[in-house]
């Protein structure tokens, strides 16, 4: 079935919710990667998925060499938001036991 979209918007909005339909438990965590994109991905996507309940989004940051972390979806935005800079370590909101350094996701 082909449907035209009324905008980016929403056509990640419909992805999200078919995504939500049949991994209702799996979509833990999403990883934008942005260099021309970061505006759209921060004003656009990321309360997108705050608003389908995404447990933790990864924004990397490739121009700003940083990585963004967002938890706890409320609404359409995350309560929790981090910028973390090379150096710094982190580790997945559902695996807080394994801890992954920037510098290894910036490259």
Do not use: H
């Amino acid at each position: 079935m082909f449907f035209k979209p009324k905008s980016l918007k929403s056509l990640y909005s419909k992805l999200l919710r078919l995504l939500n339909f049949y991994f209702p438990t799996t979509l833990f965590l999403i990883v934008e990667v942005a260099d021309s994109t970061i505006k759209f991905d921060r004003e656009v996507k990321i309360p997108l998925y705050a608003e389908n309940n995404v447990i933790e989004v990864w924004l990397v940051d490739i121009n700003g060499e940083c990585l963004e972390v967002y938890r706890q979806p409320i609404g359409s935005s995350y309560k929790e938001v981090q910028k973390l800079e090379r150096g710094e370590i982190f580790s997945i909101q559902r695996f807080p036991d394994i801890n992954i350094q920037v510098d290894e996701i910036l490259g």
